[in-house]
């Protein structure tokens, strides 16, 4: 007889959450500065700091897509990784079903959040032991989680697993570098399903494939969100990718969000100058039709030593003397639409 997860469960961390009244994570006031150190014959001290997480705020409900987008070294990995714990925050908390996972926990509680949010990376070859077959690699969550399940019903579930994300059983006894991009980013995403998380955060999951197969794997994707009742946190640079995937989309600037937005309002109603400049990238299809793009100037400050006040104001095309002194906050300018800027376009 298929046993089920709950019957493994030994601690029960979740039961006062309210799915209806209550997102399933949130983020507040989150930051991740990487220390910069410099080094001596005898000594290394701390001179400075990589500001790559700078107080994000987010929340994420049952059931949804957000997309997190912007330039590289924003921020969007690094926020990923810090909910999945993968980091350890500088400052800031993150609630998962109302519980502060950087709390105090023994090895029972801590699992039984890892258990619930998993990751599925942007290299799918880098992040898949090469020396380990497949059945290896998405059975080790069954031996860290329920060593007590049985080895047949284990291989079981990978089969079962391996078949929900389009593969064979004859694909179990194979290595990682017998696999395509494409299949590679299906072991990934069978890996992080294997024990039926909650909560899924991907991070660039088809910006290393081609276009055809990025196709295939969004459409896996989206089967599997209805199928499994998953939650998705999902990271990208393409915006096209974005607006076809998400509910509600952040937009990042050097660790910070500067807007926030259901999907389609975003692409309608674009209200931070910084979102504008990004959607006036995007490409169209139809040559005849004219684009009003909006280049920016200069490069993206570093975050070692960010600007004052807002960190956009030096490539802005609206900045006035005000954004280089004060910080704006992400403030609710419409329903469930919030903007970090002055002088917003709404």
């Known amino acids: 007889m298929t046993t089920t997860f709950e019957e493994f469960e030994t601690v029960d961390l979740f039961s ?7 997102p399933i994570i949130s983020i507040h006031n989150m930051k991740k500065w990487f220390p910069v150190s410099q080094q001596s014959i005898l000594f290394s001290r701390v001179v400075a700091h990589i500001k790559a997480v700078d107080g994000v705020n987010l929340f994420l409900n049952k059931g949804e897509t957000l997309g997190i987008v912007g330039e590289s070294g924003c921020g969007k990995s690094t926020t990923a990784k810090v909910t999945v714990k993968l980091e350890e925050p500088t400052e800031g908390s993150v609630y998962f079903k109302g519980i502060d996972i950087f709390q105090p926990m023994t090895r029972e509680e801590e699992l039984a959040v890892k258990r619930q949010l998993q990751m599925v990376f942007q290299d799918p070859y880098s992040s898949l032991n090469p020396r380990r077959m497949v059945l290896d690699l998405i059975k080790e969550p069954f031996d860290i989680h329920f060593p ?3 080895y047949e019903e284990k ?3 990978v089969l079962e697993i391996l078949a929900k994300v389009g593969l064979e059983d004859y694909h179990a006894l194979r290595y990682p570098h017998e696999f395509s991009g494409g299949q590679r980013q299906r072991l990934g995403i069978a890996r992080a399903l ?3 998380p909650e909560v899924i955060l991907l991070d660039e999951p088809v910006s290393a494939l081609d276009v055809s197969v990025q196709a295939q794997i969004l459409n896996l994707l989206h089967d599997l969100q209805k199928d499994f009742d998953l939650t998705f946190m999902f990271i990208a640079h393409d915006l096209s990718v974005i607006k076809h995937v998400s509910d509600r989309v952040a937009v990042m600037y050097l660790g910070k969000i500067m807007e926030m937005s259901p999907t389609g309002e975003l692409f309608r109603k674009t209200g931070h100058p910084y979102s504008v400049s990004l959607l006036s990238a995007i490409p169209r299809p139809d040559p005849r039709i004219k684009m009003d793009r909006i280049i920016l100037e200069g490069d993206v400050p570093s975050p070692i030593n960010p600007p004052s006040g807002c960190p956009f104001h030096p490539r802005c095309y609206k900045a006035q003397e005000l954004c280089s002194k004060v910080t704006p906050d992400l403030e609710e300018v419409e ?4 903007i970090a800027c002055h002088f917003p376009e709404i």
Request: aromatic letters at 10%; zero cysteines.
């Open 155 to 157: 291989e079981a579930r």
């Open 194 to 196: 294997a024990i039926h």
């Open 16 to 22: 006062s959450w309210d799915a209806k009244t209550q």
């Open 335 to 338: 329903p469930n639409h919030y």
């Open 148 to 150: 007590d399940m049985l």
